[in-house]
C-alpha cells in the first residue's frame, strides 16, 4: 500500500527531463568525490545478491520480506540485498583496511515491502560507506565529527549545482544540529515520530538524530533498526529541510557498528541471540572483524533534494501504482 502522495502547490520542475539526466550525473560524480576525500574511502565493487542463509543480508526492521530466487548453478538460493550493512565490514576485513581507512560503493536494493510515496521506492539506490575505527574513536565526539564531514559534502554539492543552474535555489545548512530520540521525545511527547523529526528539522534545517533503535521512556521505540550492525547508542539519522515538500528529508542513516558487547545486549532485546550462528555474527564476538563507522547516502534522495524536486520517481526509474502515476501526471510530475 503506498502512503499519502504529497501535491506541493504550484510545482513545477525547474529542469527539463534531459537537464534532470544531465544533473543526476553532475550530483553523483561531485558528491561521491567530496565524500571519499573527506572520509578517506576507496570506491569498491559489491554484490547485488547473497546466498540466503548467509547471515549477512540486512534484516532492516525485521519484518521485511526479502527477494530471493533459485539458483541453476548451486544448491540453494539467492537474495537481493537490503543494504550491505554487513556486507561491507566484511569486506574491510578481507580486503586488510586499517584504521582511518575505509570504502565506499554504489548499493542497489530491492526492498518490497516498503510504502511508496514522495520519498519512498522499492527501489533503492545509496552510496554505501564503511570505515575502520580505533576502540578510542568509539564514541559520541566521533560520530558528530564525522557526520558533520558528511554533511559539508553534501553542503558543497548543493553549493556547485546551484552555479551550474542558477534557477534552482537554496542552500543547505552545514551545522548539523545534535539531537538524540530522547531529547526528541520530551521535548514534544504529545507527537508521532515523524511529527517529531519534522518539527526540529523545520526549526533547525539540519539535524542528526541519535540513539535509533532501543525503546525510549515512554516505552515506545522511535523508529526500528537492526540489533546486528548499529550500536544503538552510536547511531542517528541525518535529516535536512525540503521546502519543496515542506517536510522533514531522511538522507542518510549511520553509526558506530557493533562490538561484542552491544551485539550480545542488542541481540538480547530483541530475542534474537539465534542469529549467533552466523560466521558474522562470531567474527564480531571474537574480535576479529575490525571495529567500523558506516552509513547509507540515498543517492536518489539527494539528487530530490538539491535539484527541487517533489517526487523521487523523478530522479530515478521505479515501479509506482496507477494512481500515483495518474496523479502525478495530473499535476506535473513527470516520473521516469
Same mark, same amino acid.
Given at each position: ?6 501535491? $506541493? ?54 519484518? !521485511? ?13 539467492? !537474495?537481493?540485498? @537490503? ?42 539506490? @545509496? ?13 559520541? @565526539? ?67 538524530? +541519535? ?20 550500536? #544503538? ?7 535536512? #529541510? ?11 542513516? +549511520? ?23 552466523? $560466521? ?9 572483524? $575490525? ?7 540515498? @543517492? ?23 494512481? +500515483? ?12
Amino acid at each position: 500500500m503506498s502512503r499519502s502522495l504529497y501535491i $506541493p502547490e504550484g510545482y513545477k520542475s525547474a529542469l527539463t527531463l534531459r537537464e534532470t539526466q544531465h544533473a543526476i550525473k553532475y550530483i553523483k560524480d561531485i558528491f561521491q568525490q567530496a565524500l571519499s576525500f573527506a572520509l578517506t574511502l576507496d570506491r569498491v565493487s559489491a554484490p547485488l545478491i547473497v546466498r540466503k542463509g548467509s547471515g549477512i543480508n540486512d534484516d532492516l526492521n525485521g519484518v !521485511e520480506r526479502k527477494v530471493d530466487f533459485s539458483i541453476k548453478e548451486i544448491d540453494g538460493e539467492g !537474495e537481493v540485498v @537490503q543494504s550491505l550493512a554487513k556486507w561491507k565490514r566484511m569486506a574491510l576485513y578481507r580486503y586488510g583496511y586499517k584504521a582511518g581507512e575505509g570504502i565506499y560503493t554504489d548499493m542497489n536494493a530491492i526492498r518490497r515491502d516498503d510504502d511508496t510515496d514522495n520519498t519512498h521506492s522499492i527501489f533503492v539506490d @545509496q552510496w554505501d560507506w564503511e570505515k575502520v575505527i580505533t576502540r578510542e574513536d568509539r564514541n559520541i @565526539q566521533f560520530l558528530k565529527d564525522t557526520v558533520t564531514s558528511v554533511v559539508k559534502a553534501i553542503a558543497y554539492t548543493k553549493r556547485k549545482v546551484s552555479l551550474r543552474y542558477p534557477q534552482i535555489a537554496g542552500q543547505i545548512c552545514e551545522k548539523p544540529y545534535f539531537i538524540t530520540t530522547q531529547e526528541l521525545e520530551d521535548k514534544y511527547p504529545d507527537k508521532t515520530g515523524h511529527e517529531r523529526e519534522r518539527l526540529i528539522t523545520q526549526e533547525h534545517k539540519t539535524v542528526f538524530l +541519535m540513539q535509533i533503535g532501543g525503546k525510549l521512556a515512554s516505552g515506545e521505540k522511535h523508529d526500528g533498526r537492526a540489533p546486528d550492525y548499529d550500536d #544503538w547508542s552510536l547511531n542517528g539519522d541525518i535529516l535536512i #529541510w525540503d521546502d519543496v515538500l515542506d517536510d522533514s528529508l531522511e538522507v542518510s542513516s +549511520m553509526g558506530i557498528r557493533v562490538d561484542a558487547d552491544s551485539l550480545k545486549s542488542q541481540l538480547a532485546e530483541c530475542g534474537a541471540e539465534d542469529r549467533m550462528k552466523y $560466521p558474522y555474527h562470531q567474527m564480531i564476538a571474537d574480535g576479529t572483524l $575490525p571495529l567500523t563507522i558506516g552509513g547509507g547516502i540515498g @543517492q536518489s534522495r539527494l539528487c530530490m533534494l538539491l535539484l527541487n524536486k517533489a517526487h523521487i520517481g523523478e530522479v530515478q526509474s521505479s515501479i509506482w501504482t496507477d494512481e +500515483m502515476v495518474q496523479k502525478c501526471a495530473e499535476n506535473g510530475i513527470t516520473l521516469l
